[in-house]
């Protein structure tokens, strides 16, 4: 379950190196996956989705990685920028389920 | 379209004072959900909404209530504020299968 109180994990990245989020699901039903990012003071803002038939997905500036047979997803984005700094969320959603669940967070930092 | 809308945006309320915030949205989706958010901290989900007139608990429903009359809007009523309510509050609405989209906030204050 969730810890309370812990902070988000942060990954602190150089400006113009790329970064890599990664996140873990632990139900094998689910069949579509999505990423937000979420900027200080703002809602989530979806960024890119990725189906259980496919195993990447690219958009601009990002990709998403899907192994079903690990359970793992991965966000990686390319030439980090400052404007990048955000807290990503991934979320799943389970095939028969109302809702999507969402994964505690990530902090990306970004140095210039 | 304006996407998901909430108010107010800010918010201070004493303890034990009621209030409701709004949620609208103009994507004729018929799932909707709120969200709080502490500081720090992921989204935890109050209350959703498969369609008109219908309404399930989420993972944290005590202390809120909700309503669906209408497929646009899904408002969220806090009857006995508490400083525990303190809290980022976020409305969202999806189609079953799609990414959800996120209202701009409701940051609330309860003193």
């Known amino acids: 379950g969730e810890s309370v109180g812990l902070h988000l994990p942060t990954l602190s990245v150089q400006e113009g190196d790329n970064s890599i989020i990664n996140c873990a699901y632990s139900?094998?039903?689910?069949?579509?996956f999505i990423w937000y990012k979420q900027e200080s003071g703002k809602g989530p803002q979806f960024i890119i989705d990725?189906?259980?038939?496919?195993d990447k997905r690219q958009g601009q500036r990002v990709t998403v990685l899907l192994n079903k047979t690990v359970k793992h997803l991965s966000l990686q984005i390319a030439a980090t920028q400052p404007g990048d700094s955000a807290v990503y969320f991934c979320?799943?959603?389970?095939?028969?389920?109302?809702?999507?669940?969402f994964g505690k967070g990530n902090q990306v930092v970004v140095i210039p | 379209n304006a996407g998901v809308t909430q108010t107010p945006k800010f918010r201070i309320l004493k303890i034990g004072q009621s209030m409701t915030l709004q949620c609208a949205q103009d994507?004729?989706?018929?799932?909707m959900y709120w969200y709080r958010q502490d500081p720090g901290m992921g989204l935890k989900l109050i209350y959703y909404?498969?369609?008109?007139?219908?309404?399930d608990k989420g993972e944290v429903p005590n202390g809120y209530n909700v309503s669906r009359s209408t497929t646009e809007d899904f408002p969220l009523r806090l009857e006995l504020a508490a400083p525990s309510q303190t809290s980022v509050y976020f409305c969202?609405?999806?189609?079953?299968?799609?990414?959800?989209?996120f209202g701009p906030g409701t940051r609330l204050t309860v003193l």
């Open positions: 139900n094998s039903a689910s069949d579509y």
């Open positions: 979320a799943e959603n389970i095939r028969g389920n109302n809702r999507l669940a």
């Open positions: 994507m004729n989706h018929n799932y």
């Open positions: 909404s498969v369609g008109a007139g219908i309404t």
């Open positions: 969202a609405s999806r189609q079953l299968g799609h990414e959800q989209f």
């Open positions: 990725i189906r259980s038939n496919m």
